[in-house]
């Protein structure tokens, strides 16, 4: 690891004040993915900024059908959730399967949705329930936050703060992960909200992405198998050791019928 | 930008303006406190390196192996993904914390009565992440929960089984008989 200034600052304004004056500097929420970069040197950021010290931004609230997760809140708190198993049981479910139980303990929404990891959970959960991003100063929609491999919408020296998500009718979360690490070679979101039927997948391209004519099959016949006729094409997806483009196709079509499943049961 | 706050009190890793912060931390119950010149120390390296305690292992030192696992604040965490300068008022309990007057806590038992090692470079871990699952979790005794819920540590010499029925052995559901040959 690079030597780097540590600070940690008790409000939002003083964080993202400290971000603007340090271009080179890192927000640290959870670590579970800056740290280990650190250590490799794939990133080494000339301060850190730690957020953990600023109160407000960890909790989930529930208000009507609104959901409603802090940035620094980690994966095991909203698995744990009674609230938010209520709301949205999938999604619960889905942050009790990123990683493993050591990471869940630190690891944080803001954070992963920040980083914008091609194979990261949480992106899938909110572009598939399109929940809204909330930062320092404005709110984005899901649509328009996710721009490519490690890319989103946020300005250089911009804070997540908390994201919303509206209750859907149904939803269901299916991956097909990596033995080793957890993370997700494909995994599929599938909801159904008063404003329609959203799929989103993950794992799968450079970034989470929707999966349109999924979407309309769907919304005709939310079923498994009005989906099982389906595929995406693999000229789009990553190719890797773990898996051939055309496997990640398959593995869309077959994730995306045990979402639908999963959010029938 | 308006109202830009005062500037933040930062710690410095540069040797020549070095202002060394002081965390206070309870570690096993004991208060201590914590000189740190450099904020790239683990908390990792801060108990192996700089108080002796050798029992969490440095196996990947990026949180993929599990074999660093301590409680932070009751929760499990992989002790080289935390930095030790974060830590102050914060609660760590270690391998070291546990057992006590030459008695060894019941995991430490069931891991002996149970072969559930070979090497045991990754027992400490296993102990610890084993005792935050069932702080975490309770007393499900279902192998499989059991399973995803140690799902961070790895243990090369392939004990899982044994581990698996040592944990069940605390909790009172298993015994010899359900060993794997």
């Known amino acids: 690891m690079k030597a780097f200034d540590y600070l940690k600052p008790d409000a939002v304004p003083a964080a993202v004040g400290a971000l603007a004056a340090n271009p080179d500097a890192k927000l640290l929420a959870g670590g579970m993915t800056l740290l280990p970069t650190m250590k ?3 990133a080494e950021p000339a301060a850190l900024i730690d957020l953990a010290g600023i109160a407000g931004l960890k909790g989930i609230t529930l208000d009507g059908d609104t959901l409603t997760i802090g940035a620094m809140t980690p994966h095991a708190e909203v698995a744990a959730s009674a609230t938010v198993a209520a709301a949205i049981p999938a999604l619960a479910a889905l942050a009790g399967g990123i990683g493993d139980p050591a990471v869940r303990n630190r690891g944080t929404i803001g954070g992963s949705l920040a980083n914008c990891d091609p194979s990261a959970d949480y992106p899938a959960a909110v572009l598939g329930l399109g929940a809204t991003v909330i930062t320092d100063r404005r709110e984005i929609a899901a649509d328009d936050f996710f721009l490519g491999l490690f890319e989103t ?4 020296d911009e804070l997540i703060t908390a994201v919303r998500f509206p209750r859907p009718l149904r939803a269901g979360y299916a991956k097909f992960k990596s033995p080793a690490s957890r993370y997700a070679l494909v995994g599929v979101f599938v909801a ?4 329609g039927v959203r799929v989103a997948v993950t794992g799968a391209a450079a970034s989470v992405f929707r999966a349109p004519a999924f979407e ?7 079923t498994p198998g009005a989906v099982a006729g389906l595929s995406v094409d693999a000229a789009d997806l990553n190719a890797d050791i773990h898996a051939e483009a055309s496997y990640r196709a398959h593995l869309v079509t077959v994730m995306a019928k045990r979402a639908v499943a999963a959010a029938l049961e | 930008m308006a ?3 005062e500037p933040l009190p930062v710690q410095s890793a540069a040797p020549e303006a070095a ?5 206070g931390l309870t570690l096993n119950g004991v208060t201590r ?3 740190l010149d450099d904020p790239r120390v683990t908390l990792l390296d801060l108990l192996r390196e700089r108080l002796g305690l050798s029992g969490a292992k440095k196996g990947c030192d990026r949180g993929q192996c599990g074999a660093c696992t301590v409680l932070l604040d009751g929760r499990r965490v992989n002790a080289c993904l935390v930095l030790a300068v974060t830590l102050d008022g914060a609660a760590v309990e270690t391998i070291e914390g546990l057992g006590g007057g030459g008695a060894l806590h019941p995991l430490q038992a069931a891991f002996v009565e149970h072969d559930a090692l070979q090497c045991g470079f990754c027992t400490p871990g296993q102990i610890m992440s084993a005792l935050g699952l069932l702080a975490e979790e309770g007393n499900d005794p279902d192998p499989e929960r059991i399973r995803a819920g140690m799902s961070g540590n790895l243990c090369r010499c392939g004990a899982h089984p044994a581990i698996v029925a040592a944990i069940r052995a605390v909790i009172g559901a298993g015994d010899r008989s359900e060993m794997p040959e």
């Open chain 2, 33 to 35: 406190v914590v000189p």
């Open chain 1, 153 to 156: 919408a946020l300005e250089a």
């Open chain 2, 19 to 23: 202002e060394a912060s002081i965390i």
């Open chain 1, 216 to 222: 309309a099959a769907l919304a005709a016949d939310f």
């Open chain 1, 40 to 42: 490799q040197r794939l």
């Open chain 2, 3 to 5: 109202d830009l706050p």
């Open chain 1, 192 to 195: 159904e909200t008063v404003a």
